[in-house]
């Protein structure tokens, strides 16, 4: 039998058991593990015995960071994988922001007024997809915005309060694209819940749909699909009575939310079900005017390309992957950022149909987009760091990528 006191070094070990080995070191039940990374103690349990495949890097990385872990190789087994590795350090303006959305105090001074307010949070909208480091502008404009929206929502009363909410609210939303990927998975939970509530005293059907739409993405990447797709039919049903009144923002929130289901089902491997509910956003994305674009999820015409080639990649369609990416490689997305995850995708695609060359060719061409995407994707950290690793003629540009993009190799 297995001295318990001994950390486990057999590399054929099962994750679920090294789950369970260091949870149980660290004195934790599987109910409190769950609850860290947004699982029922049911699910932990199924991982630890087995019942359930390993999870998918997100959530490892949540595991890990709950049990207090910096290598994700000792519950992989195998060479060292500093978390930091996937996750990278964290942006130097973290704590500032997370300083901002954990104050509870509000001036006892006047509230700022809501035009200028709106008028800032807009350009912050604008500005987050017009600069290739989102992060940076993002994390220089968050901390006073975050305070001043939440003492007017403090401040004023009656309609003016129901504004200030939902300004309070779409803050909240913007917040969660500077914390996603930063290493404190509990702010970005606190955040999204936040701005849930808040867009429903508000009472706004575009800002509810939004916090609904970032609260399922947090479902999905921290691996609960089926958290994920009740949010989303969820929203759907409390924004389709709205619809016919609503105009194009109100239809492009919720042509986002078929494509947020059409990404959960194919996550869970359900290939049908996902080009279903793709089908349905694209219909709905062609009955938008040509150049209208949300500034929250960035539904379009343009971004329904880049939606199918992440259907093909999380379906393991290496055929589909490979005429996906063919054909959207150069989309025009007019957002920094988001075409710099499009890259990240087209780079995952073209490594699921064995094309690694043009990988390695779009991962760059993302840093070169948006440099501050690259450096804190989890999955662009791994294929950089993978083929950086690996002997042939991309072991050169995949280290020089690694170097710009802070990587040890």
């Known amino acids: 039998m297995r001295d318990r006191s001994t950390e486990p070094v057999d590399p054929n070990l099962p994750v679920g058991k090294r789950i369970q080995y260091y949870r149980t070191k660290r004195g934790m039940s599987c109910e409190v593990l769950g609850g860290l990374v947004g699982k029922t103690g049911r699910w932990v349990r199924a991982v630890e015995s087995g019942r359930l495949q390993t999870p998918k890097l997100p959530v490892l990385l949540a595991i890990a960071e709950a049990l207090k872990i910096r290598d994700l190789g000792q519950l992989l087994g195998g060479q060292p994988m500093p978390t930091s590795t996937f996750r990278g350090p964290g942006h130097p303006a973290l704590p500032a922001v997370r300083d901002a959305i954990n104050a509870i105090g509000v001036p006892d001074t006047a509230p700022p007024r809501l035009d200028h307010l709106a008028a800032r949070v807009a350009a912050a909208w604008r500005a987050r997809h017009a600069a290739p480091d989102h992060r940076t502008v993002l994390g220089g404009l968050l901390p006073e915005l975050i305070r001043d929206a939440r003492h007017a929502a403090y401040a004023y009363g009656g309609d003016d309060r129901r504004r200030a909410l939902a300004l309070l609210a779409e803050v909240y939303n913007l917040t969660q694209f500077f914390v996603a990927y930063q290493p404190d998975s509990g702010l970005l939970w606190r955040v999204a819940e936040r701005a849930l509530l808040t867009a429903q005293e508000a009472e706004e059907p575009r800002t509810i749909g939004g916090a609904v739409?970032?609260?399922?993405?947090?479902?999905?990447?921290?691996?609960?699909?089926?958290?994920?797709?009740?949010?989303?039919?969820?929203?759907?049903?409390?924004?389709?009575?709205?619809?016919?009144?609503?105009?194009?923002?109100?239809?492009?929130?919720?042509?986002?939310?078929?494509?947020?289901?059409?990404?959960?089902?194919?996550?869970?491997?359900?290939?049908?079900?996902?080009?279903?509910?793709?089908?349905?956003?694209e219909e709905i994305a062609r009955s938008l005017s040509a150049d209208h674009y949300d500034p929250l999820t960035s539904f379009s015409r343009v971004v329904m390309g880049a939606h199918a080639v992440t259907l093909a990649v999380e379906l393991r369609q290496s055929g589909e992957s490979r005429r996906q990416a063919a054909r959207h490689a150069a989309a025009a997305i007019p957002s920094q950022p988001r075409r710099g995850r499009h890259l990240v995708e087209v780079a995952r695609a073209w490594q699921t149909a064995g094309d690694h060359a043009a990988a390695v060719d779009a991962?760059?061409?993302?840093?070169?987009?948006?440099?501050?995407?690259?450096?804190?994707n989890g999955y662009a950290r791994q294929m950089i760091t993978e083929y950086a690793g690996k002997p042939g003629p991309l072991r050169a540009p995949a280290r020089d990528l690694a170097e710009r993009v802070g990587l040890l190799v």
Do not use: C, N, S
Not at 222 to 237: C, K, P, W, Y
Not at 252 to 280: C, E, N, P, S, V
Not at 363 to 376: K, M, N
């Open 363 to 376: 991962l760059a061409d993302g840093y070169a987009t948006a440099p501050e995407t690259i450096r804190f």
């Open 213 to 281: 739409w970032l609260l399922a993405e947090a479902h999905r990447d921290a691996g609960d699909l089926d958290a994920a797709e009740q949010v989303i039919r969820d929203g759907m049903e409390l924004l389709r009575p709205r619809l016919e009144q609503g105009g194009d923002d109100l239809r492009a929130m919720w042509g986002a939310l078929h494509a947020a289901a059409a990404y959960t089902a194919a996550r869970a491997g359900q290939k049908g079900t996902a080009w279903g509910w793709w089908d349905r956003a």
